[in-house]
């Protein structure tokens, strides 16, 4: 069988979601953020809501979101996506509303719009990426930095004398009782991303049901900040944030009446 | 068990040469361009183990920029 038999329309399993589009992704190589993009895609399609959601954009790497993904979008000052994504949700209850929020966005600068927006209950999805580092202004330290690591403003590794403690925005979600479905996942491999795809998906249908506020977070690489190639960058995510981040639901309403 | 042969497409001109799916290949059809760049000057991936590829898909789920279409056909 040649190659040009197997290249035929029929034989296609796998392509680029239509939902995303052909304009080059601004991130670095080996970057989390294009799988997360490609995942949010594909359920946007597979749930055929391609006409009825609005994404939020933060301020960060993901700021330029709107321009990958072809649906509605509505871009938020620092911190303050959860906020906008209430009013969204608030006036068009039909509406898909979720929003996309690096570490630095949510943890740090939008943690009161956080917290306060998931113990409403506000019916809104929260994809969280977290990768440990303020990626986009050049890998300064963020909340959720690993005691010990290194990043540009601590060079010497964060030390909690100094820094304090790295924050668990998931855990704390997972305390809040307006929270439906709390869940921390990563995309390193075909295996977790398989699975992130179906939480993702579970966040989305869980908050058009009215269920209450749903907190993805995905545990990311920020290879360029952490200083490592993609490959190593994954493997040092293994070993290190792994421990510190367990994966897994935190936190599932989804069948409580 | 059925046997399956399978093909990769590269968008090379979107690809940015993380190198991320020729680690996920578990067949290892896939490597880097070493002499070649794109129009970016990244080096991109091909498939450079013909007749190997079963279509599994791996590489274009783990790929962030969406650059790998892959098929896959029954041999009979």
Not at chain 1, 67 to 83: N, T
Not at chain 1, 189 to 199: D, F, L, M, P, Y
């Amino acid at each position: 069988m040649t190659r040009e038999e197997i290249i035929q329309p029929e034989n296609l399993v796998y392509k680029k979601p239509t939902l995303l589009n052909d304009e080059p992704m601004h991130y670095c190589p080996g970057c989390s953020h294009g799988v997360v993009h490609k995942l949010v895609a594909e359920v946007i399609e597979e749930m055929g809501m391609e006409e009825k959601t609005i994404g939020v954009s933060p301020v960060g790497c993901a700021v330029f979101a709107y321009k990958y993904i072809d649906i509605d979008w509505q871009e938020a000052a620092h911190g303050r996506a959860p906020a906008v994504a209430t009013a969204l949700k608030r006036l068009m209850p039909d509406r898909l509303v979720f929003t996309y929020q690096g570490d630095g966005d949510m943890a740090c600068i939008g943690t009161g719009e956080t917290i306060h927006a998931l113990n409403r209950g506000e019916n809104i999805v929260i994809i969280f990426i977290n990768n440990a580092i303020y990626g986009m202004t050049g890998g300064q330290m963020a909340p959720t930095t690993l005691i010990g690591q290194k990043t540009a403003t601590c060079p010497y590794g964060r030390d909690v004398k100094l820094h304090g403690y790295p924050l668990k925005m998931t855990e704390i979600a997972a305390t809040l009782a307006g929270t439906c479905y709390v869940t921390r996942q990563t995309v390193y491999s075909v295996g977790a991303i398989n699975k992130a795809k179906k939480a993702i998906k579970k966040a989305f249908q869980l908050s058009m049901e009215g269920k209450g506020s749903s907190l993805v977070e995905i545990v990311s690489t920020c290879n360029s900040g952490w200083k490592l190639t993609p490959e190593k960058a994954n493997q040092w995510m293994e070993e290190n944030m792994f421990p510190f981040y367990p994966l897994g639901d935190l936190k599932d309403n989804s069948t409580k009446e | 068990m059925a046997k399956f042969k399978g093909a990769t497409v590269v968008d090379t001109n979107r690809c940015k040469g993380c190198n991320l799916c020729v680690v996920a290949c578990p067949l290892h059809v896939l490597a880097l361009t070493t002499k070649n760049v794109n129009a970016k000057g990244y080096p991109y991936a091909q498939t450079v183990l013909e007749d190997t590829c079963n279509g599994c898909s791996s590489c274009a789920i783990v790929c962030p920029d969406g650059c790998i279409s892959v098929y896959r056909k029954k041999v009979e």
